[in-house]
């Protein structure tokens, strides 16, 4: 099946800062990615649809100014946690629809778990 | 919009066989998953279905009802591998949703 990477795996960081976690597909171009998050023994949240060359589609209570979701090329998108705080800790899941394939069936990266002190 | 509802837990015995079921209403349907999640670890395709009927794939079957929105999971010959969490997914035009998720246990 398609190939989706995340970058990073995982990431720790001071509350107030930034983060920006990367979505690829590797062999296959994705005009369409899914954000999820995920809390502990929770299923996964859909954040919001990023579309390649357009604004993302946003996801009802989902700030789309604290996450900036950028998809410029076919094969990669950005998800920007802005101002993270602690309880923006979660596991952060992408995925993606290779085109080739006949059903829906989407290809999930494996997760950046972010963790706000 | 979408309801997606499955049991929260599930426990079971080696080699034995389990059904996970899963209802679901949703104003557009574009075919049905089930994936499966350990913990900390992204989802992994088990199975899809878009028509009525049972898709069967070595221990693991799907079975979908449009009809009545219906769908379930069975699992043969259980190992102690197979304890994870199984997710029921609807897929709309655009997206995909997911259910909260079965936990399922396999015990000795």
């Known amino acids: 099946g398609a190939v989706v990477s995340q970058h990073p795996s995982w990431v720790i960081c001071k509350s107030g800062t930034s983060v920006k976690i990367e979505c690829r597909s590797l062999?296959?171009?994705?005009?369409?990615m899914f954000w999820y998050r995920q809390f502990p023994k929770q299923s996964l949240m859909l954040m919001a649809t990023?579309?390649?060359?357009?604004?993302?589609?946003?996801e009802q209570g989902v700030e789309k100014d604290k996450f900036l979701i950028n998809h410029a090329s076919l094969t990669l998108s950005t998800l920007t946690v802005t101002s993270a705080h602690p309880e923006d800790s979660s596991f952060y899941i992408c995925?993606?629809?290779?085109?080739?394939?006949?059903?829906?069936?989407?290809?999930f990266g494996p997760g950046t778990r972010l963790t706000v002190l | 919009g979408q309801n997606i509802d499955q049991p929260t837990e599930m426990t079971a015995t080696e080699g034995a066989i389990v059904q996970i079921n899963c209802t679901y209403q949703?104003?557009?349907?574009?075919?049905l998953f089930w994936y499966q999640q350990h913990a900390g670890e992204a989802p992994t395709f088990l199975s899809y279905?878009?028509?009525?009927g049972l898709e069967e794939k070595g221990r693991f079957s799907s079975f979908l009802s449009r009809s009545k929105g219906y769908s379930y999971l069975l699992l043969k010959e259980l190992q102690m591998k197979d304890s994870a969490s199984y997710l029921c997914?609807?897929?709309?035009?655009?997206?995909?949703?997911f259910g909260a998720g079965t936990r399922l246990t396999v015990k000795p």
């Open positions: 995925s993606a629809r290779d085109p080739r394939e006949r059903n829906n069936e989407q290809f």
């Open positions: 062999d296959f171009q994705a005009t369409t």
């Open positions: 990023s579309n390649e060359g357009s604004k993302a589609t946003y």
């Open positions: 949703t104003s557009g349907f574009n075919g």
């Open positions: 279905n878009v028509l009525d």
């Open positions: 997914a609807v897929s709309g035009l655009n997206d995909m949703r």
